[in-house]
C-alpha cells in the first residue's frame, strides 16, 4: 500500500495546525457556526443531529494493521467505543468533542490518515473494487491509478471549489464491484484489440432526488491518457455546472441537460489541448506508484477448500466459506470478507475491541493488509487457504462471525434519523428487524443473494436506488413512513429501483419485505433464478399487489 513521501507529511501536518487553529477561535466564539462551516467541511468535520461527527479518509479503501488500531483507539479515547465504516470506503465517529478534534488529527497523521476531502464540494475519496489486486478475475489492480488520482485531485488549484461535491470510482474487473455507473466518474479497465490496457470512462450517474445511471463517454482512454481526460470532464463540469441550484448542481444534470454528444464534442476539445502535456501519466513515476501495490510474498500451495466434505464435518464453517470468502488470483489463498451485519446489530459498526481483533488478523494472515468495501464490510484480501479455520473462529469469539455476505442480512444502510440532521426517518431500527425476521441461516440459504439497502432521506446515502428491494425514509405530516423500490442492480447491469406504492410505517415493513421475498420464492423458475430475474420476467405486478392488494 502507499506510503506518504516528505509532501504528503507536510501538507498533512500543516493542514491539521491550519484546522486546529480555525477549532480555537471557534471555541473562542471569534468564528460564527455559518464562518466556521465552510473550515470544518473541508476538514471532514461534520455538525449531525446530536454532536459532531468526524469522517477519516480511507483512501480507496485500503489501510494496515497500524491505522486500524489507531482508529480503534480515537473509538476508545475519544468517541463512544465504535466507529461506522461507510459506502465511500470511510470511517465516520459520530460523538467526537470539537476540542478533541485537533488532538486526533494530530494523532491520524502519526499513522499517515486524514480527513482531507471526506466532505465539501471537491473531488471526495475515490472508491474501488475491495478485491482490487486480489480478484482472479482483475484485468488490472486499480490502486495505483486511484492513487495517482488522489494525488492529482488533492488541492488541485482548480478543482477546489466545484458546483458540488464530485465522486470517482474505478474497476479493474469487468465484474463491476465498486458501484462505477452510480458516480459522478466511473472507469472499468478494458484491453483494445492489440492488447493494449485503458479505461471505459462513464459519466453522470449518481443516487439522491435525481437518481441517474452514468453514460459511457469514451470506451477507451489509454493509460497515459487518463488523467488528461479526466481535467478535461473536470474542467467542462466546473465550467458549466451550476451554482444556482444546489439540487441540480452534479455532473449528472449537466450531462442530462446539455446532452451526451454535446458534453462529449467540449470534453473532446479540451483534452485535445492537454493531451500529451504535463498531464501525461509518466511511466517511471507510475512504476514507482506500483512498488507500493507490488504482491506480498506469497507461498506456493495448491490448497483448496474441500466444500463437500466440510458441509458434512462443518456446515456452520462451510457456509462462511461459500459466503464470506473470494477467489484468489494467486492457487492456496483467498479474499476473507468480515460480515459487520451481525443479526440484530447496526450495519456498518464495528467496536474498538473488534478493530484490535482485525488489526491482529490483519497483521497475522493478510500480509497485514485490510479493506474496507463499499458495502461496509471489512476484508483480508490475501489469506491462505489452510489459515481461513483460524481467522473464521477468531471472527466468531469477537462477534464478527456471520456467514451472510451477499444475503438478505448483509443491508447498505445509512446512519438515518438516530444520527443525520438531513434524514426524514430512522434506517437502523428498520434494518434491525428486517435483520431479525430474516436472521437464521435456513431462511438465508433459501432466499439466496438479495441485496437490500435502505436510506433516511432521498440523499440516498444507503443507495437505496441500487437495492433489488430498497427502502427510503421520507416524511409525512410528522410520520416517518418508508418508500419500497424494486429492480435496483449496482453491478455492471446498473438499474435504478422503481416505487411500488405509498410510504408504510416502519412497523409495516419487515412485513412488507416478508411478502416480496415470499412472492420472488414462490414464483422463481428455479432455485438458481436470482430476485431480478424474476422480477423481470413477471413484472412488477405481482409484487405490488403483495404490498398494496387492489389499492
Not at 147 to 154: A, D, G, P
Not at 254 to 270: C, D, K, N, P, Y
Not at 431 to 446: H, T
Amino acid at each position: 500500500m502507499y506510503r506518504y513521501d516528505q509532501f504528503d507529511a507536510r501538507f498533512v501536518a500543516g493542514r491539521v495546525a491550519q484546522f486546529s487553529d480555525q477549532i480555537e477561535r471557534r471555541i473562542s466564539g471569534e468564528l460564527s457556526e455559518d464562518q466556521f462551516r465552510p473550515l470544518r467541511l473541508m476538514n471532514g468535520l461534520y455538525l449531525q443531529l446530536h454532536a459532531y461527527m468526524l469522517r477519516v479518509a480511507v483512501p480507496y479503501g485500503t489501510m494496515n494493521s497500524a491505522q486500524l488500531r489507531k482508529l480503534a483507539h480515537i473509538a476508545r479515547t475519544y468517541d463512544r467505543g465504535y466507529g461506522h465504516f461507510t459506502t465511500r470506503q470511510n470511517i465516520q465517529f459520530n460523538w467526537p468533542r470539537l476540542d478533541d478534534v485537533p488532538q486526533i488529527l494530530s494523532e491520524l497523521a502519526e499513522v499517515e490518515m486524514h480527513a482531507i476531502q471526506t466532505s465539501g464540494n471537491c473531488i471526495r475519496n475515490v472508491t474501488t473494487d475491495q478485491f482490487a489486486g486480489a480478484a482472479a478475475d482483475e484485468i488490472i489492480d486499480p490502486r495505483p491509478v486511484a492513487e495517482i488520482i488522489r494525488q492529482w485531485s488533492s488541492l488541485h488549484p482548480e478543482f477546489t471549489f466545484l458546483p458540488r461535491k464530485f465522486k470517482i470510482a474505478i474497476t479493474g474487473a469487468a465484474h463491476d464491484r465498486a458501484a462505477i455507473k452510480f458516480h459522478d466518474i466511473g472507469l472499468m479497465a478494458r484491453r483494445n484489440e492489440a492488447g493494449e490496457i485503458g479505461w471505459t470512462v462513464h459519466v453522470g450517474g449518481g443516487m439522491g432526488r435525481t437518481p441517474m445511471v452514468a453514460r459511457k463517454l469514451n470506451s477507451f482512454v489509454p493509460h497515459a491518457d487518463l488523467l488528461a481526460y479526466l481535467e478535461s470532464i473536470l474542467r467542462v463540469y466546473n465550467r458549466y455546472g451550476r451554482r444556482d441550484n444546489k439540487y441540480k448542481a452534479r455532473i449528472k444534470i449537466l450531462v442530462r441537460e446539455e446532452g451526451l454528444a454535446s458534453f462529449r464534442e467540449q470534453v473532446e476539445s479540451e483534452f485535445s489541448e492537454v493531451r500529451g502535456g504535463v498531464l501525461s501519466l509518466p511511466e517511471d513515476e507510475l512504476n514507482r506508484i506500483k512498488t507500493y501495490f507490488a504482491p506480498p510474498e506469497f507461498k506456493d500451495s495448491d490448497a483448496r477448500f474441500d466444500l463437500a466434505a466440510l458441509k458434512v464435518s462443518d456446515p456452520e464453517f462451510a457456509r462462511f466459506v461459500v459466503h464470506n470468502t473470494h477467489q484468489h488470483a494467486r492457487p492456496g489463498y483467498t479474499s476473507v470478507t468480515i460480515s459487520l451485519k451481525p443479526v440484530g446489530g447496526v450495519p456498518g459498526d464495528a467496536t474498538d475491541t473488534q478493530m484490535d481483533i482485525v488489526a491482529d488478523l490483519v497483521e497475522r494472515f493478510s500480509f497485514d493488509e485490510l479493506r474496507v468495501s463499499h458495502e461496509q464490510n471489512l476484508v483480508l484480501p490475501h489469506v491462505a487457504i489452510g489459515d481461513v479455520r483460524s481467522v473464521y473462529e477468531a471472527l466468531c469469539a469477537a462477534g464478527l462471525g456471520e456467514a451472510n455476505v451477499g444475503q438478505i442480512t448483509d443491508m447498505i444502510v445509512c446512519p438515518g434519523l438516530d444520527y443525520c440532521a438531513l434524514a426524514n426517518a430512522r434506517s437502523i431500527p428498520v434494518a434491525q428487524e428486517i435483520s431479525k425476521r430474516f436472521g437464521s441461516a435456513k431462511r438465508q440459504e433459501e432466499i439466496g443473494d438479495l441485496k437490500i439497502k435502505i436510506s433516511g432521506c432521498i440523499n440516498a446515502c444507503g443507495h437505496h436506488h441500487g437495492g433489488h428491494i430498497g427502502i427510503l425514509g421520507v416524511e409525512k405530516r410528522g410520520t416517518e413512513l418508508y418508500q419500497i423500490t424494486v429492480g435496483g442492480d449496482a453491478s455492471e447491469n446498473a438499474a435504478i429501483g422503481n416505487i411500488l406504492g405509498r410510504g408504510i410505517t416502519g412497523e409495516e415493513v419487515p412485513d412488507a419485505i416478508e411478502r416480496l421475498v415470499e412472492v420472488y420464492l414462490g414464483a422463481r423458475s428455479g432455485a438458481d433464478e436470482s430476485f431480478l430475474n424474476t422480477l423481470s420476467r413477471l413484472g412488477e405486478t405481482p409484487f405490488r399487489e403483495a404490498l398494496y392488494g387492489n389499492d
